[in-house]
């Protein structure tokens, strides 16, 4: 895999509908993805002193987090909606490979800022609600 730009990651969110559009919501300048597996332990007594695990049998999590700009007003509005209604909605992620996310995601944080002589930026934290699809480029 060769080294990839992180600006160069885009997200989109779902517009609900059937077939579901997805809307850029912007490039983002800065990203952190996190699956998180959570343990299973069937450790028992024929274990001995070791503790053992099941595999796949866990809950698996994913967060995003990540900030940038935002590409228009609707796309800002789209984001702030979910994220005052406190509902979970569909996103896709593009990263510079051409690797790709889709899922159901919870906004569990949203900022934004700006200074009077910059762009106004967002940053989110968004976690999984369901299956994540990874599609490789």
């Known amino acids: 895999m060769s080294a990839g730009k992180g600006s160069l990651v885009l997200i989109k969110i779902g517009n609900g509908g059937s077939p579901e559009t997805f809307e850029t919501i912007g490039g983002m ?6 699956i998180n597996n959570q343990l299973l332990d069937s450790s028992n007594r024929e274990s001995g ?5 099941m595999g796949s049998a866990g809950i698996q999590s994913m967060t995003i987090s990540g900030s940038g700009i935002f ?3 609707n796309s800002e509005e789209a984001v702030r909606l979910c994220a005052f209604a406190a ?10 490979n051409g690797d790709a996310l ?8 949203y900022q934004r800022s700006g200074e009077h002589d910059d762009s106004e930026t967002y940053a989110l934290v968004l976690s999984s609600a369901g ?6 480029a």
Do not use: C, H, Q
């Open 49 to 53: 002193p070791w503790r053992k695990l």
């Open 29 to 34: 300048r800065t990203t952190r993805m996190v």
């Open 102 to 109: 889709t899922g159901a995601f919870y906004i569990t944080s």
């Open 87 to 96: 509902s979970i909605s569909n996103y896709k992620l593009y990263f510079a």
């Open 131 to 136: 299956p994540i699809e990874f599609t490789a």
């Open 71 to 73: 590409v228009d007003s």
